[in-house]
């Protein structure tokens, strides 16, 4: 079973879509954590984030694995673990740069589908039901007020100890939701047979419940 979770950032997708495959017993891949590994490197690198040529030289030299333990993803890059180091706010906005290149997206593009084939999967991202997987069975589309998810994202960077500030927060959102919906390739879109669930009232564990009603599971 394929199971596709897209939406803006900060909608609860990676959080959403971990304890939904939990409870059906998939594989989680977060797709956002593959973007973010190339714009850390593209960042780490001093290369131009929107440039398709440097950064397929970068990419021809570059290896990226998902690896398990337990129920967890981590996320290594060049043989380094990066799965914490991709969570900042710069390594954000770098992903969603990144994201915009066709070439780069191709590359991920394949990877994941290879990742999915013979699998079952929970995959969150922006072009999950659209393009990586097409013919998922299920297909969500999470969404919640801006200021929300603003909100949701600044209580976790904080939970974390990084200094964060609501403002900028919800500034780089706004950019990143732009940046990411009007991209030539792949832009974030509902899928036509993709449920929207707008998640702003509700907390985790009653999204997982309405996915799961909706999926006939609950
Ligand atoms: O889900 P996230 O915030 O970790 O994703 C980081 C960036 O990567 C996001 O701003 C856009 C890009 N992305 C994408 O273009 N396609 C995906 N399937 C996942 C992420």
Sequence with gaps: MHVAIDGPSGAGKS????ALARKL??????????YRA????ALEQG????EEAPLVEMLSRTRLEIVRRGDEQRILLDGQDVSERIRTPQVSMAASAVSTVGAVRRWLVAMQQALAEGQDVVMDGRDIGTKVLPDAEHKFFLTADDEVRARRRFDELRAKGQEVCYEDILSDLRARDLQDST?????????QDAI???????????VVLCLLALMGRA
């Design 183 to 191: 991209r030539a390739e792949s832009p974030l879109v509902c899928a």
């Design 47 to 50: 290369l131009p984030l929107k």
């Design 15 to 18: 959080t959403i879509a971990r």
């Design 25 to 34: 017993g998939l594989v989680y891949l977060d797709t956002g954590a593959m």
């Design 38 to 41: 190339v714009g850390l490197k």
């Design 196 to 206: 929207t669930v707008d998640t702003s009232e509700l907390n985790i564990d009653e």
